[in-house]
């Protein structure tokens, strides 16, 4: 049962949204979380550990009208509980419409967590949320994408996991109005304690479970040098690199950066295979692209059977001159007719 | 003589209690254990068979033929050796004691001799293996790597010494005239003739004097055996009665817990999943532990030793056994005060896991757990039938059911079974897409409206996850489809309505998630009537077979090598078209040594006119795994050489036009090797991996052109 908007002249429920942070910023992911919470709601951010101007700019900047702040040591040093303390804390003092989270492990450990703490029902993996009569309704893709399922909560505050990428993030300036929470942090908020922290060599690029472009590139590639090909084509997409076990077994390019069945999965908008044969354990960890773009060499690669868009070609005169293209588009603003990309 | 008798009866009660006191610790250890489950004493006549075939018959052994012979001859020489005993003991109380009724028989004191000589043989051959094939020799491909090299040598030494003493107690027993034979003897006699000049008086010391060396020897020997690996002279007797039969190989066992099944609807609260502490196993699995003989044979056929990896089945159960007799004083005591009291590495003991890193102390290393593929290569070749593969698997169960400690690769195989249905999430949706293209039309179960079987199907062909989904493997089913159709034989498919078997859960340890998927396909199969089944992948052929009938699914099920074999030998698939080409076949873990399925195959090919057919030197029961089973399809390989590059160098060493097997899995592994290789100029671009029965369909068509071989998936995604 949902708890019912307290009786008041124009009220607008509040949509909590917990914030996710990097190393001095905000998550991208939050930032789409906002920007959802918008069409629930009044966005309001959950903001843990401490905080500065630059972090509540850029939270007013997509829209929180409020920012929870709440402080604390356990926040910084240890894992998932002390913040389960801090979300339960604010919805038990706001009652919120709806939570969002980013649907990430920290983020469905705390969801799930809060879930319980709060009694309330709990949705994961969502694709999309939509305002409905009695809570929001919430978009879920299963069975690999083949059926989408739409739920709503009907009990408790609606605590709702979102996946990354699930709309684009949008701007929508407010002055956010600081509130500083106290949080009364339970003996389980020391459970597990960050002991260090080291940060991942960067490589520049957006990360691979987030990025909305990613370029991969496979066996058929030949060699590791042929790899800043993919590299290039990345950068002047802002996306990704993936590669597939068979050119990380190869050492081409580093696990990390494994996309398949026992690599990382991926769903990201557009998917460009260079080389890549398009066995089904390559499959398994793209399936979810929304456009998947292939180029190979063998007409009769299983890819071409799931791309949305395939060039049959060597890799290594394809990619430079799909580089060389949009580089040529970015600079000119004119060409609006090239070659048909449609 | 009372000196005599005395001193051989003091040393006899020194050494029964020193043994004694030693195989009563040993048997309160594995009384410890768990429960067994139902089934190790029953069908007797078979086990009563093994015993026979195994014990007395030393079959296992002689499958290395000369270190075979060698332990036929040290193993019936030393019960023979026993009648030597028995006059020794006699002698102890009269000198001229002789085993009644035919103990003065010309024949029996040759036979005697001959033994005597023969063991000294086997000693010298078992010297010479251990030379030429020592870890300081061959490093980790010695099968000895790991093994206590000393304590071996020790016992053979010892073996040495029991042979001696004895012909020097013969010899001079013939000179002081107290040899039960006259003639025969030929060793004793020879020795006798050696010490005669030094005179009777002499001979008559040494006599008194070798008769209790060599007693004093055996019952050192006794001593030494009940102490070392050497245990196995009297374990294997009983490892070999309550070993699985025919062998611990083909289905695995449902979980037990104190020798119940576990229900996993209703699991009870203090019900085991798996092994997670060395008194988790069973008393069988402890005595598995104290039978093994570190002789290595598992080692080397392993797929996973073999190609660097840290799993070696011999050093693990060394591992285990060498922690169950570490914590024995632990796990023996009978109060906490005891165990309080016990000195601080013995209670260390009893706090180490099972299963963890070298930092935690572990027993056995995770990556070693994890390396298995299960091919079975151990248990095949295990001479005292030791259950390698259902260790593993227990162990398994608890890291995945109870630590949730898995190798992190393998999460997307599991998330997808429970949410798919199939292993790589491609869902029910997807599973009739093998069959686009195909000139006919498959029937599909329910299509009609019908929920069973109609009588006119001969067969439920049972596609599998890979055959419906996986590019190459669905070749094979469009291949089996069309072959089966051109025979007549009507067979149908399950279409949506099958799910994976859960071959790759339970073989991962996921026992929970295989009762799930398995108990699906068993109601959908009961409800369908299915009674034949053909299936395509090894891995399913097994768990229909072998694993559905545990729960309550009972099936006759052919692989489609044996059905279309039959069909070829019945003359209803008639081979024409030559097939110029040299051809490897590459068998199946689990459908070759699990279910002992190897002429098949073979069958076909050799019926395919033009087809030369070349046999890799690991074959049949020695194949080499492709690297796929137990669920290692689904796991990061970053440790040593590929498996499949392995086996994909043997076979190209034969330079075969066509590598040909006839399990999806090998397929892709085996595809995935070739491919390597050509990439690397290593191999011609010609060489291609296809299953059987895409051979076969090639030798059918007159045309050449083979008709499917560009994917037809309509389909794109959303």
Same mark, same amino acid.
């Given at each position: 049962? #949902? ?39 009044? $966005? ?30 356990? !926040? ?73 399922? #739409? ?22 300036? #407010? ?52 790899? #800043? ?7 002047? !997409? ?63 690669? $299983? ?40 | ?22 195989? *009563? ?23 009563? +068979? ?105 016992? *053979? ?194 706090? +180490? ?47 995945? *059911? ?317």
């Amino acid at each position: 049962v #949902q708890q019912p908007p307290e009786p008041k002249e124009s009220f607008v429920a509040e949509v909590l949204v917990l914030v996710e942070r990097t190393d001095g910023g905000v998550r991208k992911a939050t930032l789409e979380l906002l920007t959802l919470a918008r069409r629930l709601g009044e $966005p309001a951010a959950l903001l843990c550990g401490p905080t500065d101007e630059a972090t509540t700019g850029v939270l007013g900047e997509y829209g929180a009208t409020k920012v929870y702040v709440a402080e604390g040591g356990e !926040l910084e040093d240890y894992l998932v509980v002390a913040k389960v303390d801090a979300l339960v804390a604010v919805v038990r003092q706001s009652v919120p419409a709806a939570v969002l989270v980013t649907s990430g492990p920290e983020g469905r450990e705390v969801a799930a967590r809060s879930a319980v703490r709060l009694d309330s029902g709990i949705i994961t993996d969502a694709l999309d949320v939509e305002p409905g009569d009695g809570g929001p309704v919430v978009t879920q893709s299963v069975f690999s994408g083949s059926w989408s399922a #739409q739920s709503q909560v009907v009990r408790g505050t609606p605590i709702i996991a979102v996946r990354p990428n699930a709309v684009s993030a949008q701007p929508a300036p #407010q002055q956010p109005v600081l509130v500083a929470v106290p949080v009364a942090f339970g003996d389980a908020a020391q459970g597990a304690r960050v002991t260090n922290r080291t940060a991942k060599t960067s490589t520049g690029r957006p990360d691979l479970a987030d990025a909305r472009v990613v370029v991969a590139g496979g066996r058929g590639m030949g060699s590791a040098e042929a790899f #800043q090909l993919v590299e290039r084509l990345a950068d002047t !997409l802002g996306g990704a690199v993936g590669a597939t076990r068979a050119a990380t077994d190869l050492e081409w390019y580093g696990r990390d950066y494994q996309v398949g069945q026992t690599g990382k999965t991926v769903a990201p908008e557009l998917y460009i295979a260079g080389g890549i044969s398009g066995a089904i354990q390559h499959r398994a960890g793209m399936q979810g692209s929304r456009t998947i773009v292939a180029v190979n060499k063998d007409p009769k690669a $299983p890819i071409f059977a799931i791309c949305d868009f395939g060039v049959v070609g060597d890799v290594h005169t394809v990619l430079p001159a799909l580089v060389e293209e949009i580089e040529t588009r970015k600079k000119g603003t004119a060409r609006p007719s090239g070659p048909s990309q449609d | 003589m009372t000196v005599r008798l005395v001193v051989g009866l003091l040393m006899t009660a020194a050494a029964f209690g020193l043994a004694g006191r030693r195989l *009563l610790t040993l048997v309160r250890l594995g009384r410890r254990g768990q429960a067994v489950e139902p089934g190790r004493t029953a069908d007797v006549g078979s086990r009563v +068979r093994a015993e026979v075939v195994e014990v007395l018959g030393q079959k296992k052994l002689l499958k290395w033929t000369v270190p075979g012979i060698a332990h036929v001859l040290a193993f019936w020489g030393f019960i023979l050796l026993m009648l030597t005993l028995v006059e020794s003991y006699g002698a102890l109380f009269d000198r001229e004691f002789h085993i009644p009724i035919i103990g003065t028989a010309a024949w029996l004191g040759f036979l005697e001799d001959l033994v005597a000589v023969l063991v000294l043989v086997s000693v010298v051959i078992f010297s010479v293996i251990r030379l030429v094939h020592s870890p300081g020799r061959e490093g980790r491909s010695s099968r000895f790597f790991g093994s206590h090299v000393d304590a071996a040598w020790l016992v *053979l030494f010892m073996v040495f010494n029991v042979v001696w003493s004895l012909l020097l107690y013969r010899g001079a027993q013939v000179n002081t005239g107290v040899f039960p034979f006259d003639s025969g003897a030929f060793a004793s006699d020879w020795v006798a003739s050696l010490l005669e000049p030094l005179g009777q008086e002499a001979n008559e010391l040494i006599e008194t004097a070798a008769i209790l060396l060599a007693l004093g020897v055996i019952l050192a020997f006794l001593v030494l055996v009940v102490h070392s690996k050497h245990l196995h002279i009297i374990t294997a007797v009983f490892n070999v009665a309550f070993s699985r039969r025919p062998r611990a190989l083909g289905a695995l066992l449902p979980v037990h817990s104190d020798g119940k099944p576990v229900d996993f609807e209703d699991p009870g609260e203090s019900d085991l999943m798996g092994r997670g502490k060395i008194e988790d196993f069973t008393w069988k699995g402890l005595l598995d532990f104290a039978t093994c003989t570190e002789c290595g044979r598992c080692q080397s056929q392993c797929p996973a030793w073999n190609t660097g990896k840290p799993l070696s089945p011999k050093l693990l159960v060394m591992d285990l056994r060498d922690h169950a007799l570490a914590k024995a004083p632990y796990l023996l005591a009978t109060s906490e005060e005891e165990r309080a009291a016990l000195p601080e590495p013995q209670r260390a003991q009893a706090e +180490r896991p099972l299963i963890g890193t070298d930092g935690a102390a572990g027993v056995i290393h995770p990556d070693v757990l994890w390396s298995c593929t299960t091919c079975g290569a151990c248990v095949e070749q295990c001479p005292v039938d030791i259950e390698h593969i259902d260790h593993i698997v227990d162990m398994r169960r608890h890291q995945v *059911l109870v630590e949730g400690e898995f190798p992190e690769s393998a999460n997307p195989m599991l998330r997808n079974l429970e949410h798919a249905g199939d292993p790589w999430g491609r869902g029910s949706g997807a599973r009739m897409e093998w069959a686009a293209g195909l000139p006919f039309e498959v029937r599909v179960l329910g299509a009609d409206g019908g929920e069973r079987i109609p009588d006119d199907v001969d067969y439920l062909f049972w596609v599998g996850c890979a055959g419906a989904l996986d590019d190459k493997a669905q070749r094979t089913s469009r291949a089996v489809a069309e072959l089966l159709h051109e025979a007549g034989v009507s067979f149908m498919v399950l279409g949506k309505a099958e799910t994976c078997t859960g071959d790759p859960a339970r073989r991962l340890g996921h026992e929970f998630l295989f009762q799930m998927l398995a108990q699906q396909n068993v109601e959908t199969l009961n409800a369908a009537g299915a009674r034949t089944i053909v299936a395509t992948c090894a891995h399913c052929f097994n768990t229909l077979a072998n694993e559905y009938p545990q729960l309550g699914g009972h099936y006759e099920v052919v692989h489609h090598t044996q059905l279309l074999a039959k069909l070829v030998a019945d003359g209803a698939i008639r081979p024409v078209a030559p097939v110029d080409a040299t051809i490897t076949y590459h068998d199946a873990c689990y459908l070759g040594r699990h279910n002992r399925v190897f002429a098949p195959p073979r069958d076909i090919l050799e019926r395919i006119p033009g087809a030369r057919v070349a046999e890799m030197p690991r074959t049949k029961e020695q194949s080499f795994c492709c690297g796929a089973g137990g669920a290692r399809m689904w796991m990061d390989e970053t440790t040593g050489q590929r498996i499949n590059e392995n086996r994909t160098d043997e076979a190209l060493a034969l330079q075969p036009d066509i590598v040909t097997a006839a399990c999806p899995f090998c397929i892709v592994m085996l595809t995935d090797g070739v491919t390597l290789r050509q990439q690397q100029g290593q191999a011609p671009e010609n060489v291609e991996v296809i299953d059987v029965s895409e051979v076969l369909r090639r030798s059918i068509r007159t045309s050449g052109a083979p008709a499917h071989t560009t994917p037809t998936a309509e389909g794109t995604p959303l």
